[in-house]
């Protein structure tokens, strides 16, 4: 009788665990005792039930997060239109300027959000070629150029003379480049400098965002990949970005087989890291393959190497102000 209940017992915890779990008890969780069976189906329910909980607590977050980030555009939109309606404001160019301002980040934010939700799906696309890297750098760093004189923020690509060959989706890589560089120069102040570096190391290509702003502190740099997350909350939205962009950078990287790293010295800036598959030198003519997040690269065939018109060789050793 004894053992039939020393069986029983944590079978029936179990069981009410299962309950408590589909009543909305996402804390449910049974005790864990021996070494038989039942105790590694315990265990094996506790892991799912932490998983369970840490994924609610993330959606919960997610979209209180969404909700907050769409609030301020679309009452700033509001009070705008009603401010304009009532006549207290007219409905000039400034004005329209503003509207357009907001509009675009509710813009931004939409098609972040959206690349997000594909990576999650593993539906991230991505169609790779072999391309220049350092041409890739040079037309990231030219799409921000613009932005970072206006700062006063000197920007540049530092990279060999010969091509580096990189297989990878320019408009991707670029996007994953460009949201760094932007982060790099929102976080420099006039006078500073944004350095985009890219160098073949062993089988890798290495690309590089380094900045003379004003650092990460270390209990902030494990979570600068994760979503929504700002080191200094009291920056706005339209400082501070929608704490999407490296969020997504680090998807894009991870659907081309590589990884993305930060490290940081406060008072000093902080380099950003991208590593690669390197790719090397192949013939021309070749075919273009497809793949996504979390799916293998294709293996064999060739692609061809392309340089596109803002060829970064020629900016490399240029500072712009």
């Not at 009410?16 to 005792?33: L, N, Q």
């Not at 190391?201 to 979570?223: C, K, M, N, S, Y």
């Not at 706005?236 to 990884?259: C, K, Q």
């Amino acid at each position: 009788m004894l053992a039939v209940r020393r069986v029983v017992r944590p079978i029936l915890a179990l069981t009410g665990a299962v309950h408590r779990m589909e009543a909305g008890d996402r804390s449910a969780r049974v005790p864990v005792r021996g070494n038989d069976e039942v105790t590694r189906l315990a265990d094996a329910f506790n892991a799912m039930a932490a998983a369970i909980e840490a994924n609610d607590q993330q959606r919960r977050a997610l979209v209180s997060d969404v909700a907050h980030e769409l609030r301020t555009p679309l009452a700033n939109v509001r009070s705008h239109l009603e401010a304009a309606e009532d006549g207290v404001m007219p409905l000039d160019t400034e004005l329209i300027r503003s509207l357009t301002e907001e509009a675009a980040l509710l813009e931004r934010l939409v098609s972040d959000l959206q690349d997000l939700a594909l990576a999650d799906a593993g539906m991230l696309r991505v169609h790779p070629e072999e391309r220049d890297a350092a041409d890739l750098a040079g037309q990231a760093v030219a799409a921000h150029r613009a932005r970072a004189e206006a700062s006063g923020v000197a920007v540049r690509v530092v990279g060999p003379d010969e091509p580096v060959p990189v297989y990878a989706d320019p408009a991707r890589l670029r996007q994953a480049l460009g949201n760094l560089v932007a982060n790099a120069v929102t976080h420099t102040a006039a006078g500073g400098r944004v350095e985009v570096g890219v160098r073949r190391a062993a089988d890798e290509v290495v690309l590089t965002v380094t900045d003379t702003g004003r650092g990460i502190a270390p209990e902030h740099l494990p979570h600068v990949f994760d979503r929504f997350y700002r080191a200094d909350p009291s920056r706005s939205r339209s400082t501070g970005g929608s704490g999407l962009g490296l969020a997504i950078t680090r998807h894009l990287v991870e659907a081309h087989d590589g990884r993305v790293e930060a490290s940081s010295t406060p008072g000093r800036g902080s380099v950003f890291t991208i590593r690669l598959p390197y790719a090397a030198p192949s013939a021309v003519g070749s075919p273009r393959h497809e793949h996504g997040v979390g799916r293998p690269r294709p293996v064999g065939g060739s692609v061809t190497l392309h340089s596109g018109p803002h060829d970064a060789r020629r900016r490399r050793s240029r500072w712009s102000r």
